[in-house]
């Protein structure tokens, strides 16, 4: 398929809140959206007080951030009932010590602002990314839909960073070249997950030698400075806790939509090992492959994050809300039918319909499969699609 030349296209395309065909008034047509999102959001809340959502990972935040204020062992506690320990560099506990000050009300509160907030950032940038122009109301609307998308969905839900992480990404790749301090935000992003630094190869194998060398200094930095606020904590974490993937969590229960999980459960096999290892590192050699022949940046940004989250050992179904910009470069290069049918799988829910009870992931029948891992299949797929066109001139030029 030929690329389409969308780049002056708007999202109030895709949209119909601003389109003159429908016999409302300018002012009604802006305050629908706003409806919408207050709609999606009031919803989102009644779900959440009906669930009791206990926001499980913004509790070991706050753990980890009463950890570095009281000098206890960072990597030695367990919260919730689900005995969840902490995972990140030192460098993200500090981060997180404002946190241990705030009532666990206003915590779950900030939480759920703070990453709506971050939503409609990561959609914004998304359209800058795709090229697609935005209006306010378009963003409100687009804003309240992305919210039910799966990935989005948990990690307001749980009380993740994901959107925080993403946008930090998003927003340094696509500042203009040259623009002061670029790559500062990526490291900062690596120093506190780490899976952001597989975006430094991408500029490497770009060519983008300045941008790279300056995120590298920026995660130095987190890492130096997490080193003196805790020594110890600090050699802990880099010599032992980085290598036990255990202690993240299961690899093969359908929360992990890695190729990883994939294989797990395909195999019913708990630790797949070489079965894994080996399809991961020629994945990785792929994607990065790709990133590097991508004729845009967009397409090798995409294209990277597809490659992280497919090849690490463990990506939690909240880490894919890169479903956002996705969906946007999708709706960009090939219109809306592509896009749409893409927000359905994110959307769909389908890996919470199986059976995943105790160790039940691993004995899905054949035909559950697609069912409980539909991001590594749609992430695979994707990455086929484009390589068939890079080995294609006439395609993609």
Known sequence: MLQRNVTDRSLDEVLPFSVPRFSVSRFSASLLPLLLLATSLAAFVALCLLRRAPMADALVYRAEGAAVVHGTDLYGFTVTEWQLPATYPPFAAVLFVPLAWLPLPVLKAAFVVGNVVLLAVLVRLSCRLAGLATRLPALCAATALALWLEPVFQTVLFGQINLAVACLILWDLTRPPGAPGKGIALGIAAGVKLT?????????LRGRRREAATALAAFAGTVLLGALALPAASVDFWTRRLFE????????????????????????????????????????????????????????????????????????????????????????????????????????????LVPHQGDLDLRLPWWQQPLASPYPLLGLVLLVQLSARSSSASTIR
Do not use: M
């Open 245 to 352: 993937t255990g202690r993240v969590g299961k690899v093969w229960i359908v929360d992990n939509q890695s190729l990883q999980g994939l294989i797990a459960r395909a195999l019913g096999d708990p630790a797949p090992g070489p079965l894994w290892a080996v399809p991961a590192l020629a994945l990785a050699s792929a994607g990065l492959w790709l990133a590097r022949r991508a004729r845009t940046d967009r397409r090798g940004i995409l294209v990277t994050a597809l490659t992280a989250l497919l090849i690490s050992p463990i990506s939690w179904s909240h880490h894919w809300v890169w479903c956002v910009p996705l969906i946007a470069v999708l709706y960009a290069e090939h219109g809306p039918r592509p896009a749409a049918a893409t927000a359905a799988v994110f959307a769909a829910r389908t890996l919470w």
């Open 196 to 204: 952001p630094a597989v975006f430094v190869a991408y500029l490497l």
